[in-house]
């Protein structure tokens, strides 16, 4: 299986800066102890996630006669609204299939940004869009599952190196695994005496599993789901899964109430609204500094949209994780 | 009165990098219309606000004689942070005047910054900062009215022409006015085409007053103390009304509502907690595009030290402004 390179991610990052940000490494005086903290926001990131990088960089190589006819994808998370963010920037239709109990507000802000949604039963999403897709001769980008993606995901990697040369650590989400695959190219090509290691959470370990197994485990979505990370649920690929085995140092995991107090610390220290799937990095150097390697840390922080109910009643409740200062 | 020069402001620009994080643009698509909006997110700054700018530019400009025995200020706000912060990187004592109301959390991390608390009546914290600074040999430094405070503060109008040089509109919140005075000279320096506005609450509209009737007019406490934007019932010195006379191109006011408003659609749509002060220049943005320039706008968010409690509320409470869509 052929691995996405250190220059396939820099082409992508040149290609993409036009709509993407280059988010700052936020050093973090509140996390002191076991080397410094940096955070890279990409909550603050155009649509809200790092998932532009990767929805963008594969648009942008897509054949144009393919690309001209529109693109499709199965999301109801932050693919989605990054795909059609990048494919309206273009004026390429889009189209998103989601299931039929997605929440209300992630269909509205989808179609809002100008794209097609097509509801069906959650089993269906991935087999509908891949017929639509051959039907319509629409180009399918899908979530993780594709080099292009895991590419401008790996920009976020790249520019980490960029800024901070001397990192020694990079902290990284592992959902489906094309962030993860991409940070860790790009680092351990530039810098190889980084750590980079995947955070998980506890309830969602089918990496973690996969990695200690040497073989893909998947664990079904009536277990994953009981995570609050809900960007954190997908399973690996066979393409991200050997990315992270090629390239990935270690994986740790988490706990629900670690994550949540991530997610509390965040706002009142960092300013930063981020979500659950996104909190997972930080939750990690909080409290769990005995499984990380010390030095100079970037902890990923890969999207903020958060349902603010939940976010409301994290603010007002009392820590209820130990360790943190 | 000799006025901070761009000069200057790149002189403090290169000293202050090893502990200023230069913050990004971040674009606002949420915000369509009226030519695009920018954010400059100084709430992810060191400390929280933009004040670690000034005050570390002002302590290092201090001759190390005079330095070395200490550095005092009056603040109950920002600045007492960041001094106190600046001041223990460079192994600087630190003492911050605070009035005996000030409200215990600030008390508490000011002085887990190292800085030491001197509580007084709240009428007296300047005379006592001034005479201990005297009696003690110290430096004092205080939060707006000095050429080095306002130097360090213009490098936020640096780094926004930097990164945005075909800017056309530049929003700045007004208080004691040296973030405003600061990048009013670095902005119509470096552009001068370029509109930069300043914005303030309606209940502390002393600077709009001031530059209206061409004298400084000062507000008492009682009455700007109404607004929720506390860091900006200040009233200019001299020295920041020189500035904003000579640099300023407007100044508009925003209502309680709209300043409300504008905190709630950070959160909800930029991931940002920006304290109600820092909020003021998205209010004018969304709420009062008929009294600014159209064009490329940036808005400086100055700071995200805001209280939880009136934070929650705004998130859980539905919108009272008109307007934004």
Redesign the interface.
């Known amino acids: 299986m052929e691995l996405v390179s250190i220059d396939d991610i820099r082409t992508a990052a040149t290609s993409i800066t036009d709509l993407v940000?280059?988010?700052?490494l936020?050093?973090c005086?509140w996390a002191a102890g076991h080397g410094s903290l940096s955070l890279k926001?990409e909550?603050?990131q155009?649509?809200?996630s790092f998932k532009i990088r990767g929805a963008y960089n594969a648009i942008r190589r897509c054949p144009p006669s393919l690309r001209d006819r529109g693109v499709i994808t199965y999301s109801s998370g932050n693919h989605a609204q990054a795909l059609a963010?990048a494919a309206r920037a273009l004026g390429v239709p889009c189209t998103v299939v989601m299931p039929e109990d997605a929440r209300q507000v992630k269909v509205t802000a989808t179609r809002s940004l100008g794209a097609e949604i097509v509801l069906v039963p959650p089993a269906e999403r991935k087999d509908v869009a891949t017929r639509l897709a051959e039907t319509e001769g629409l180009a399918l980008i899908p979530p993780f599952d594709h080099p292009d993606v895991i590419g401008g995901q790996g920009t976020v990697g790249l520019e980490i190196v960029e800024d901070l040369p001397e990192v020694d650590v990079v902290l990284v989400p592992v959902g489906g695994g094309a962030l993860a695959s991409g940070v860790a190219t790009a680092v351990k090509s530039l810098r190889p005496s980084a750590s980079v290691i995947g955070v998980e959470p506890e309830l969602a370990a089918d990496a973690a599993e996969s990695l200690r197994s040497g073989r893909l485990c998947t664990w079904p979505m009536t277990r994953t789901g009981r995570t609050v990370a809900d960007g954190l649920r997908t399973n690996l690929s066979d393409l991200t899964f050997a990315h992270l085995r090629t390239h990935l140092d270690d994986l740790v995991t988490v706990s629900e109430e670690e994550i949540t107090d991530a997610v509390a610390h965040l706002?009142?220290s960092?300013?930063?609204?981020?979500e659950p799937s996104g909190a997972v990095t930080v939750a990690a150097y909080l409290f769990n500094k005995d499984r990380l390697p010390a030095g100079r840390t970037v902890a990923v922080l890969s999207g903020?949209?958060?349902d603010?109910g939940f976010?409301?009643n994290v603010?007002?409740a009392p820590s209820e994780s130990q360790g943190a200062d």
């Open positions: 940000v280059h988010t700052p936020l050093p005086p926001p909550n603050l155009t649509t809200g963010y706002a009142r960092a300013h930063l609204i981020v903020g949209n958060v603010f976010f409301t603010l007002v």
